[in-house]
């Protein structure tokens, strides 16, 4: 896994940093009851951002906060104000606005980390699948001594194979297997074979680029449906991942929108079931997955989704 992550995300973890565990949210779960352990009382979250993370942060028992994020990704001046002292972020792809943490903002980020010897938690979430560049540079190759990455084959292999990792400081990673050793019995042995195996024979990079151009032609569809029926500059996000977020008209009701949509067979979240709490307000908006819908599917859904904002 270590030399995957070097290999492709300009990473520096080598096998004596890594943790194997069962999923992303294990890790992370393990990870802050580390933080926790050794002083840590407060995370900054991405508002928007991924669900329940500040649910899986009280239970460690740490404080909370939430920091806006814009299309450069992370606001690293709010996140100075919070008094932090770790953050947790989706930086290659953010969830659920789609942006990409910029050149300048990763410069800011390792700054702030130093200056208030903060722990920056990187969620790889979304990183492999980019359609306009190779993979973004993992934050964990820019400040090493400063970030815990974590990861998983939930999106790149499938969901049902709980395997996940954990590639920290050495400072922590004794308390992080103390977690596991306490929490479980370990990872699936015969599935971490089965992954190293595609990884050294060179299948899991066939693989992902198999899977990236089915994702790729899907994006397009849902980039041109949405253009047609909500006009132009209305779908975000589009560089990477299998989501996308699409702009409603000023005024819209974002929940009515949803609740149209499921009437008529059509699951959607709006951007508010990813608030951290509502702190300012965001225009409306959907986010839309297109992982695993046919290319049909998004096509009806697209019509489905014009016909209950027109409502």
């Not at 520096?12 to 992370?28: H, K, N, P, W």
């Not at 939430?66 to 930086?91: F, K, Q, W």
């Not at 969830?95 to 980020?109: I, K, M, N």
């Not at 920056?120 to 359609?131: G, V």
Request: hydrophobic residues 45%; contains cysteine; charged residues 25%.
């Amino acid at each position: 896994m270590t030399a995957y992550h070097r290999r492709v995300r300009s990473g520096c973890a080598v096998a004596e940093d890594t943790i194997v565990v069962s999923g992303f949210r294990q890790g992370l779960a393990f990870a802050l009851a580390t933080l926790a352990q050794q002083g840590i009382q407060r995370i900054a979250l991405e508002d928007p951002g991924p669900r329940e993370h500040d649910i899986i942060a009280r239970r460690a028992g740490m404080d909370a906060v939430p920091v806006p994020v814009d299309d450069d990704g992370i606001d690293v001046g709010r996140l100075r104000e919070t008094g932090a002292r770790a953050v947790l972020l989706t930086p290659a792809h953010q969830c659920p606005t789609g942006v990409a943490l910029g050149p300048s903002r990763r410069r800011d980020l390792v700054a702030w980390a130093d200056e208030v010897d903060g722990v920056i938690l990187e969620d790889d979430y979304d990183a492999e699948f980019r359609y306009d560049r190779q993979p973004v540079g993992s934050l964990q190759g820019l400040t090493p001594a400063r970030v815990i990455a974590l990861g998983s084959v939930s999106k790149t292999i499938a969901p049902a194979i709980r395997l996940g990792w954990v590639l920290a400081p050495a400072r922590f990673v004794a308390g992080i297997v103390e977690e596991k050793r306490l929490s479980s019995r370990g990872a699936p042995g015969l599935d971490q074979e089965a992954l190293a195996l595609l990884m050294e024979s060179g299948r899991f990079d066939r693989h992902l680029r198999r899977v990236r151009e089915i994702y790729r032609a899907r994006r397009d569809v849902l980039a041109a449906e949405a253009e047609r029926a909500f006009g132009p500059g209305r779908l975000h996000g589009l560089a990477a991942g299998c989501h996308a977020l699409l702009r409603l008209p000023d005024g819209t009701s974002e929940h009515a929108v949803v609740a149209a949509a499921a009437t008529m067979g059509v699951r959607v979240n709006g951007l508010g079931m990813y608030r951290f709490m509502e702190t300012s307000p965001l225009p409306p908006a959907l986010v839309l997955g297109f992982g695993n819908v046919t290319e049909n599917q998004i096509r009806r859904g697209i019509r489905i989704l014009a016909k209950a904002a027109s409502e």
